[in-house]
């Protein structure tokens, strides 16, 4: 008998994937606290999209064996036809390292990808009355 490979099968809306946050490329945050960025991403793909945090073009493991920055557990939803799935990367704490990497939210499927890149900037300091 011959062996018969099937493709997933493919949505009844072929769309492409999409990064819906962090809306802003540039996040404020302090040196030395704990924090979080999420990255909320939606495909029509429901089995077979991945989202995942890149660290200077690098897996957030390989860039942080130490796993200090640490990516968290993918949540879906579901929403008709459309999967919104959310990872978080984690920092624990924030370093001075951390302001001058380049991050990026990856989602990929079937139908494509979509990155969007965020930058940590150092929030201003108070203004002292």
Excluded at 14 to 39: D, H, R, S, V
Aim: net charge neutral.
């Amino acid at each position: 008998m011959p062996f018969i490979s099937r493709a997933p099968a493919q949505p009844a809306l072929n769309k492409l994937p999409a990064i819906l946050k962090p809306e802003n490329c540039t996040i404020f945050t302090k040196e030395g606290g704990n924090f979080t960025i999420n990255c909320t991403a939606e495909s029509t793909w429901r089995d077979f999209n991945l989202v995942y945090w890149l660290a200077n073009n690098n897996f957030i493991e390989n860039e942080f064996p130490d796993g200090r920055v640490s990516e968290g557990p993918e949540k879906i939803n579901q929403t008709q036809n459309v999967y919104t799935v959310q990872k978080s990367l984690i920092f624990s704490p924030t370093k001075q390292e951390d302001f001058n990497t380049n991050f990026t939210c990856v989602i990929q499927d079937p139908a494509g990808v979509d990155v969007k890149h965020i930058i940590l900037k150092k929030e201003p300091a108070a203004a002292k009355v």
